[in-house]
C-alpha cells in the first residue's frame, strides 16, 4: 500500500468520524492530503488527523474536487445528498449509512468476508453495512462455506451508543440521576425512582432492557428497521438470497459493544468441534468461553463462544458474538475497505 492517496472523512466530528480518523493514523495508511468535513456548525475547528491539524469544511459548501477515497460517518440524508458528488468528481465513497446498502448498484463490503465485491463500484459508493450485521458476517462465512447456511435466528443485545452520542448520553445522565438517590440501595420496580421521560429511547434503559432497537418500519409483521437490517444485508454479503432469518433487536443499559445470541440451521452436519476449528482461524474472528461487550470494546475482532448443538433445527447450532459496534461495526470496516481500494489501485 506504498501509493499514496488524497482522503475524505466526512462526518469527522461525530463517533464515528472521530473514530475513524482514530483508525486512520493507527493502521498509517498511505495519505498525502486529509481532509475533514461536517456541518456547518464544526466548518472552522481545528483537528488532528495523521500527523495532521486539519480545518474541518462545511460539507455544503466544500469542493469536493481531487480526494480519491472518501469515508462517510454521517446519516443516511446526508448521504444520499453528498455522496454521489464527491462520487462525480472521481472519489470513491465508502458510506457508512444505511442509504446505499440495499442499492444493486452498490456493494456491500464485509472486508474479511466478500472484498471481491469491490470488482464492480458502477456508481463510485460502497456500502458498509450496519453494526449488528458486521459483527457476524466474519463467523458465518467460513461456516456457510463449510456446510451451506439455511436460516438464522437471533436475538440481539444492542450497546446504546449505537443510537449516537445522544444515545450515551440519555444512560450516562439516567445514571448519574439514579447515583444521586442512591439508586443501589433501592429496589427497582419500575416506580422506585422517577425518571424523566425518556428522549431517545422509548423507556428508561437504565435497569431496563427496550425490545424495540430502531423505529417499527413494518406494522404487520412487527419488525424494526434494525431487524430488516440484519435479515436484508446478511443475504446480500453473504449472497443467499434465499436466507431464513429471524430477528429481534433489544436495547440494552451498555456503552459499547453489541451481542447477539445465534441458533443457526444448516443444509450439511457441521459439528461443534469443526465449527470452533473453522472459527479458530476465520480472520477477524477470536475465540472466548464467555465472550462479554467488556472484552470487545475498543477491540477489532469479533468475540465467539458458547458453541454448542441446538436441537430446534436439524444441523443445527448455536453461539454468542460480541463486537466493538463502534469500531469494527462502523469506522474500522470503513478504513479496511479504503486499504482494500489502496492496494487496488
Known sequence: MSTPIRLGIVGATGQVGTEMRRIVADRQLPISEVRLFASARSAGEQLECCGQTVTVEDVATA????????????????????????????????????????????PLVVSEVNPSALDHIAKGIVGNPN???????????????????????????QAVSG???????????????????DAPAL???????????????????????????????????????????????????????????????????????HSLALTMQFANPLSVERATELLRHAPGVELKAVPTPHDAAGTDPSYVGRIRPSDVFENGLSLFVVNDNLRKGAALNAVQIAEELIRRR
Request: aromatic fraction near 10%; glycine fraction near 6%.
Open 63 to 106: 469542493d469536493y474536487r481531487g480526494l480519491d477515497i472518501v469515508l462517510f460517518a454521517a446519516g443516511a440524508t446526508t448521504s444520499r445528498h453528498y455522496a454521489p458528488l464527491f462520487a462525480a468528481e472521481g472519489a470513491i465513497v465508502v458510506d457508512n449509512s444505511s442509504a446505499w446498502r440495499m442499492d444493486p448498484e452498490v
Open 131 to 157: 453494526c449488528t450485521t458486521m459483527a457476524v458476517m466474519p463467523v458465518l462465512r467460513p461456516l456457510h462455506d463449510e456446510a451451506g447456511l439455511v436460516a438464522v435466528v437471533a436475538s440481539t443485545y
Open 163 to 181: 443510537a449516537g452520542r445522544a444515545g450515551v448520553d440519555e444512560l450516562w445522565n439516567e445514571t448519574r440521576f439514579a447515583a444521586e438517590r
Open 187 to 257: 429496589t427497582f420496580d419500575g416506580g422506585a425512582i422517577e425518571f424523566e421521560a425518556p428522549s431517545v429511547f422509548p423507556r428508561t434503559v437504565l435497569f431496563n432492557v427496550i425490545p424495540e432497537a430502531g423505529v417499527f418500519v413494518d406494522d404487520e409483521r412487527l419488525e424494526t428497521v434494525e431487524e430488516h437490517k440484519f435479515r436484508d444485508e446478511s443475504r446480500k454479503i453473504l449472497d443467499i438470497p434465499s436466507l431464513r432469518v429471524s430477528t429481534t433487536c433489544v436495547r440494552v443499559p451498555v456503552f459499547t459493544g
